[in-house]
């Protein structure tokens, strides 16, 4: 194990390389806490990855099917805080329901104690774990699969922003290669 890491970080959780320079994790409890919070975050980077070059790749064809104005910023982009798009009233409305849905959903779950929130948990008790597995996939394999590949995504969505901020193209047009 790494001898500078902080004792909450022992390799327990996957992903755990002990790597916490500012010692967010100052306890178990913070520890779980951010973790949840890092393995929904990954949840939705992961989608909105997907879902952003998809969106610059199909949305004018599906809004025309079915007669809707397309919602896509200045230069076929995203829809995002740095691109623009965002007041759109589809885009608007949208948005206000998704965060409204959200608060009312996690609102809920911490209330009932399906997510943690600085209580203690059973022990053996994995952050992000909703109890929803009907595929059984929730191995310690997948664990760290899902981890690494929503750390990824984080970076990703975020350079998504960047790029198409720097460059005025859409993600999909500067680097046409990836889709």
Do not use: C
């Not at 909105?48 to 099917?65: D, I, M, N, R, T």
């Amino acid at each position: 194990g790494n001898v500078m890491a902080p004792r909450q970080l022992d390799g327990s959780l996957p992903g755990d390389v002990g790597f916490d320079p500012v010692n967010i994790s100052k306890d178990r409890k913070t520890l779980l806490y951010m973790r949840e919070a890092e393995v929904k975050h990954a949840r939705l980077a992961m989608l909105a990855a997907v879902g952003w070059p998809l969106s610059e790749l199909y949305h004018k064809q599906l809004a025309s099917v079915f007669g809707f104005p397309s919602i896509l910023a200045a230069g076929d982009k995203a829809p995002s805080l740095m691109n623009g798009g965002l007041d759109a009233p589809f885009a608007t409305g949208t948005l206000i329901i998704s965060i409204l849905l959200a608060g009312i959903l996690e609102s809920n779950a911490m209330n009932n104690g399906q997510v943690f929130w600085g209580a203690e948990k059973d022990e053996g008790y994995t952050p992000g774990d909703l109890g929803f597995d009907p595929l059984n996939m929730n191995s310690e394999r997948n664990q760290l699969a899902e981890i690494k590949n929503g750390r990824l995504a984080m970076l990703a969505i975020t350079a998504f922003a960047f790029q198409e901020l720097a460059s005025g193209l859409p993600v999909v047009q500067e680097t046409p290669y990836l889709f």
